[in-house]
């Protein structure tokens, strides 16, 4: 099977050895999203604000992809305290209309310390 590595210029570098996404003839897996700006500095503020910098990071990823937010089939949100899982539903609805698949998952700690962490799959 072959495969495109994509590492978005329109994004920061990503701080490990890993691309933002994997694309196949069948998907486009998309590595988790932290509220990093394409400077790589984080958004501070509401988890809302945090949650849609995740969120448009992926939706730059899929673009260049070939694909978009509406082709997602599968998310997975991670969060460092279950008290922001309202909140960041708020925010996470207004960019997933289509309801795909989720998992949300409270953790002990995301990298940079961030407060939320998104990671999907997409069709082509």
């Given at each position: 099977?072959?495969?495109?590595a994509?590492t978005?210029?329109?994004?920061?570098?990503?701080?490990a050895?890993?691309?933002?996404?994997?694309?196949?003839?069948?998907?486009?897996?998309?590595s988790?999203?932290?509220?990093?700006?394409?400077?790589?500095?984080?958004?501070?503020?509401t988890?809302?604000?945090?949650?849609?910098q995740c969120?448009?990071?992926?939706?730059t990823?899929?673009?260049?992809?070939?694909?978009?937010i509406?082709?997602?089939?599968?998310?997975?949100?991670?969060?460092?305290?279950m008290?922001?899982?309202?909140?960041?539903?708020?925010?996470?609805?207004?960019?997933?209309?289509?309801?795909?698949?989720?998992?949300?998952?409270?953790?002990?700690?995301l990298p940079?310390?961030?407060?939320v962490?998104?990671?999907?799959i997409?069709?082509?």
């Amino acid at each position: 099977m072959s495969f495109e590595a994509i590492t978005s210029k329109a994004l920061s570098a990503p701080a490990a050895p890993y691309s933002h996404a994997i694309k196949t003839a069948s998907a486009i897996y998309c590595s988790g999203q932290i509220p990093a700006d394409k400077d790589g500095n984080l958004v501070t503020g509401t988890i809302q604000e945090k949650t849609a910098q995740c969120c448009e990071n992926l939706k730059t990823v899929l673009e260049e992809a070939g694909s978009g937010i509406d082709k997602v089939v599968k998310v997975n949100v991670f969060i460092t305290d279950m008290a922001n899982f309202a909140s960041m539903n708020e925010e996470y609805a207004k960019w997933f209309t289509h309801k795909p698949a989720r998992s949300c998952v409270a953790v002990k700690q995301l990298p940079k310390n961030v407060d939320v962490e998104i990671e999907c799959i997409a069709l082509p």
